[in-house]
């Protein structure tokens, strides 16, 4: 009889501590659970993260697309003044020799006036030549500009892309900071 309940006792104990245990094994998991929670939670700020850092990029790249069409276009409203300027001396020769040949003509030297007039095309020539040169010059520095353009979007890039970089390496040390 004391035998019995000592056995009975025992076995109380027993389903106790295997209670407790359960119960221990319970608070692990929800213990677990709560981790896991947690590192979905990490995980979803850090997506969306990478997602502002990729909208911030996209809207770095536009901003800059938009200068770059203001620029051109701006270099482009040039080109037609340029042009404008180019039509009204054309303008301008055209009525220096209309009024060279009135003269020529109330003159009534004709000799000398296709002598003067084979001159003054000769000069016309010459100047054609040299706002050519010019144009060309002008053309030369418009290129050394869209070069220099270039030379500062690859400086942007680059800067771009070492902040990335740095960014990088700044996820891989909080990664392995988390990890340890």
């Known amino acids: 009889m004391l035998r019995e309940r000592k056995n009975r006792r025992e076995r109380e104990r027993e389903r106790e501590r295997e209670r407790e245990r359960e119960r221990e094994r319970e608070r692990e998991r929800k213990r677990e659970r709560e981790r896991e929670r947690e590192r979905e939670r990490e995980r979803e700020r850090e997506r969306q993260r990478r997602e502002r850092e990729r909208e911030r990029e996209r809207e770095r790249e536009r901003r800059e697309r938009e200068r770059e069409r203001g620029r051109e276009s ?3 409203r040039e080109r037609e003044r340029e042009r404008e300027r180019e039509r009204e001396r054309e303008r301008e ?11 020529d003509r109330e003159a009534s030297d004709v000799e000398r006036a296709q002598k003067q007039e084979r001159e003054r095309e000769r000069e016309r ?3 054609r030549e040299r706002e050519r040169e010019r144009e060309r010059e002008r ?5 050394r500009e869209r070069e ?3 030379e500062r979007e690859r400086e942007r890039e680059r800067e771009g892309e070492r902040e990335r970089e740095s960014e990088r ?6 990664e392995t900071l988390r990890e340890i």
Do not use: A, H, P, T
């Open 74 to 76: 701006e270099r482009e």
């Open 93 to 103: 020769r055209d009525r220096d020799i209309e009024r060279d040949i009135e003269r």
């Open 125 to 127: 020539e010459r100047e």
């Open 139 to 143: 053309e030369r520095e418009r290129e």
């Open 148 to 150: 220099r353009e270039r």
């Open 169 to 174: 390496e700044r996820e891989r040390e909080i």
